[in-house]
């Protein structure tokens, strides 16, 4: 089979190997515990003055 060939039978293997579904993992949410920080910075106002600059360039 040349490169970029695609036949009947590689369709069919390759659909039944989409169409199958995995169930077999744990969909149970993760809890996650601790604490998230931040810092800001710039005030609103702040940051939309730089983004109107960055949208001008």
């Known amino acids: 089979m040349s490169m970029g060939a695609y036949d009947e039978d590689e369709h069919e293997r390759r659909e039944e190997k989409t169409s199958t579904v995995d169930a077999a993992f744990d969909d149970e949410r993760t809890n996650y515990e601790g604490k998230?920080?931040?810092?800001?910075g710039d005030s609103t106002e702040a940051l939309?003055?730089?983004y109107k600059q960055m949208q001008s360039r």
């Open 48 to 50: 939309l003055d730089q």
């Open 36 to 40: 998230i920080e931040y810092d800001s």
